[in-house]
């Protein structure tokens, strides 16, 4: 791609400055900062002697692809980290430094580096009993929940860069409500607080503790510094808006002990702020630097979308338009009036038609909406599989145990493990059938879980096929009942394999069995890709397991774990995952944060509320637990309007910088509840077009 000349500027810059760089997102920066990168490692700079630090792994997907340019000089590559990553490295590197001196009481013991699922499930060690005992119980909330908002404190402890005696004093200071519903923030911080000590006592190191170690126990030693100093003398850090202020504590730091430096801040940034980001601690990075860049000028956004993001924000605030402003009209925004919800579906469906007749890929379109739910997934993908269309689902946040590839997976372990004593329900084995045998339908499938699944305390827990009547085997077909042995069969033969650990056990039961023909993962690739996270997930918690708990049978932990609704840690390769023969749906906050630009957007239901609240969160702030909060300030309804407001604002521009062709908005008067929606986004949009009649293109479903 050529690049602009303010791009070739940024790209030429000397390699022993320091430099900040800033701009909207889709002004090119990180493309520049990729060509300046390679004009580097071109020049002869030692590609080992360079750090590209990213706030999260997906960001770091640019880099990553640039890096694998066979034109490059052969030899090592430059390492690409998150400060959390960096780290949890330099945290097991310098071990031996750090045993005895950030608070473990059993150095002897080797580190154990836990990931989300073992993180929550050593939680729910601490939590769980406390929860038997009256904790909690004015609240009604999921474990998984629960679990999630005591860590998140914990984390923000870290990242933000206070005490953990602090948690509950902040939070309590904004309440509003009930005193008395105070002593909840007094229950977390005390949870928070046990599973520190018991982390300590057991040499575990989750997320917040990995990088407390690292800051306030490594960071500063001698030895380290040396280390450093001669691995790394070149830094590029991009999207430092999304990143947390310890990061930029460290950075700022680690500046000056450094040759050259490129910093990146997306201006309107900071969409992961309910993890900790902070754009203004990013901003502040700019003091440490010898120059300052600023890129203005959008490379693939149409002027039209420019204009109108800047009209939706002042829309979105409410803010008085001038009576001689000039009426906009926007080519690139297509506004589509629905009456119901699955009248809106069909005319996604029909502009998704006419927009690959017309030669657009399918993956140059992506269907956003506040959030995406199996009805939403399946009743879109069954519309465009009529029109030969293919669909894909990006939904990090959605649960392991939900996908019919882990469902499945999950009853033919524990049929596999009856040693394990977990029960297995007919309706469980049925829904296992219909995903394991291609082809199967609900009846047939009900008929086979009902008769054959064996409830005998001893013996094989499936009955054979034969042992039907003959009218029965007939109904249900002598092809399913073939394939149903080969199951048996299959199932009956890792009885005798007790050697193998659970992620051994699922790739077998999909290499073997389940991808095979005639089999319902056979040539799926959705199927695939749960089954991978599935096995990353389990290997990861078998890892830390084993040695914390040997008593204890991790795969059965593991199983149990899951289905009581713990959650797979982030997948990288769904997120650089890129199928350009596929359309995208995925929420629109996870869409941003992909970071990835994209010629045709879909905006489902802008009336959906979904589009502007707030999750709820009873346990924990993202604003109260941040650095900007004053202190001793009251979180009132007029500060959750304005939070609300900017983070709308915030995420429609990010949508619309990252949209290089056109939108089309897909509008319904009467929801799948029976409400008309009224959202705040929908409100803007309608004021936009009272200032602006005629200003967007309008269409009747």
Known sequence: MELT????????????????????????????????????????????????????????????????????????????????????????????????????????MEPQFLTVESTQYFLSLIVDPLREKGYFDGISIEPLRLYSQILDNLNKTAVVGFPINEIAPRLRSAWIGSQADTRYFDQAQECAYLFRDYCLEHSLLDFSLQLDVFYHHLWQNDIFQKYLKENYQYLIYDNVEEDY????????????????????????????????????????????????????????????????????????????????????????????????????????????????????????????????????RF??????????????????????????????????????????????KSLEWR??????????????????????????TEGDVLNPFSQLKPEMAERITYQVGEKYEIIRAWLAASHDNTMQDLPAFFTRCFGE??????????????????????????????????????????GAEFLQLLENGITGAQFLPSWLDERKDAVLLSPAFTFLMRNQPCPYQIWLD????????????????????????????????????????????????????????????FLIQVDEQGNEPRGPLLQAINRFLRYNPGGLTLYDA
């Open 513 to 554: 069995l389940l991808s095979q023909k005639g089999f319902g993962f056979h040539q799926s690739y959705d199927m695939a890709d749960a089954t991978e996270r599935l096995i990353q997930s389990a290997r990861e918690f078998d890892s830390v397991i084993r040695p914390v708990l040997p008593q204890e049978n991790s």
């Open 379 to 424: 009743s879109l993908q069954t519309r465009l599989e009529e029109k030969n269309i293919k669909l894909t689902t990006h939904r990090p946040g959605r649960e392991l145990r939900n996908e019919p590839a882990v469902r499945c997976l999950f009853a033919m372990a524990k049929l596999a493990h009856p040693q394990w004593k977990l029960k297995i």
């Open 606 to 665: 802008p009336g959906n509320t979904g589009w502007w609240e707030r999750l709820n969160q009873p346990l924990t702030h993202p604003v109260v637990l941040s650095l900007n909060w004053p202190p001793d300030a009251r979180w009132t309804d007029a500060e959750e309007l304005n939070h609300n407001q900017n983070s709308l604002v915030s995420h429609t521009g990010g949508l619309l910088n990252r949209c290089t062709d056109s939108l089309h908005i």
């Open 245 to 376: 202020p310890i990061a930029h504590t460290i950075v700022r730091e680690w500046i000056p002990r450094l040759r050259g430096t490129l910093l990146i801040l997306d201006e309107n940034g900071g969409y992961r702020s309910f993890l900790g980001a902070d754009p203004l601690s990013a901003a502040t990075l700019a003091d440490m630097t010898e120059k300052t860049i600023r890129l203005t000028e959008p490379i693939n956004v149409p002027p039209s979308l420019v204009d109108f993001r800047h009209q939706l924000a002042v829309h979105i605030r409410m803010e008085p338009v001038p009576p001689s402003a000039k009426p906009l009209r926007v080519e690139n925004v297509n506004l589509h009036y629905c009456r119901f919800f699955p009248q809106m579906l069909d005319s996604v469906v029909n502009c998704i038609e006419n927009l690959t007749r017309a030669g657009t890929n399918p993956g140059d379109i992506a269907v956003l909406s506040p959030f995406v739910s199996d009805s939403l």
């Open 5 to 108: 000349s303010q791009q070739i500027l940024l790209r030429d810059l000397p390699f022993d400055k320091k430099i900040f760089v800033r701009g909207e997102a889709g002004t090119g920066k990180s493309t520049a900062a990729i060509a300046h990168l390679e004009q580097m490692i071109s020049k002869g700079i030692p590609s080992e002697s360079i750090l590209v630090l990213v706030p999260q792994r997906p960001l770091a997907r640019p880099y990553m692809q640039a890096l694998s340019n066979p034109n490059l000089p052969a030899g090592t590559r430059p390492s690409i980290l998150t400060i959390g990553g960096l780290a949890r490295r330099m945290d097991e590197l310098f071990w031996p430094l750090l045993r005895e001196t950030a608070g473990f009481r059993n150095p002897e």
């Open 431 to 456: 829904n296992a059938l219909m995903t394991a045998i291609e082809g199967l339908d609900l009846i047939r499938a009900d008929f086979l879980a009902n008769t054959l699944l064996s409830h005998k």
